[in-house]
């Protein structure tokens, strides 16, 4: 019976620790990414405000994603993603430096409390970075290949 009540009482613990130490992790959590291309706002607004165009060069356009613009200006085109039952906002900035033009890539997470979702979204960064930067990258040799 000792047993049993160290073992229920260990696991009463334990489960009390990971949920306080999921406070920790923010509700909201950023997946960010840039990249300058040599082209002015006016030659990357266009592609990035027209889902027809995300064919040619997002990687995460896929067809099991549903994807609406939600708004559309000069510098920053917002998107909503929607894949199952949680809708994540998505958005391009759009910044003049140099004779370049720095496009960031974001998508924004609200987590719940619970502490699957929190310690899950540790792994966003793995799991959205790369086909993020690959998408940059396919936009950039898109708008910089000669005509």
Known sequence: MKLIKL???????????????SLLIPSVVRISRAIDINAPI????PR????QEWKGWNE????????????????TINASWKNGNNPVMSAFT????GGATVVQWYFDFQLD????EKFGSI?????FGSPMEKSLS??????ERPQ
């Open 138 to 143: 396919n936009l950039k040799a898109m708008i």
């Open 7 to 21: 073992g229920l009482l260990s696991a009463f613990f334990l489960s009390l620790l990971l949920f306080l130490m």
């Open 60 to 75: 995460m356009a896929g067809d099991e994603m549903e994807i609406k613009i939600v708004s559309v200006s000069r510098d």
């Open 94 to 97: 759009l910044a003049e430096s």
């Open 42 to 45: 006016e030659a990357i607004q």
């Open 113 to 116: 409390w619970y502490p699957w």
């Open 123 to 127: 792994i966003f960064d793995k799991h």
């Open 48 to 51: 990035l405000a027209d889902l």
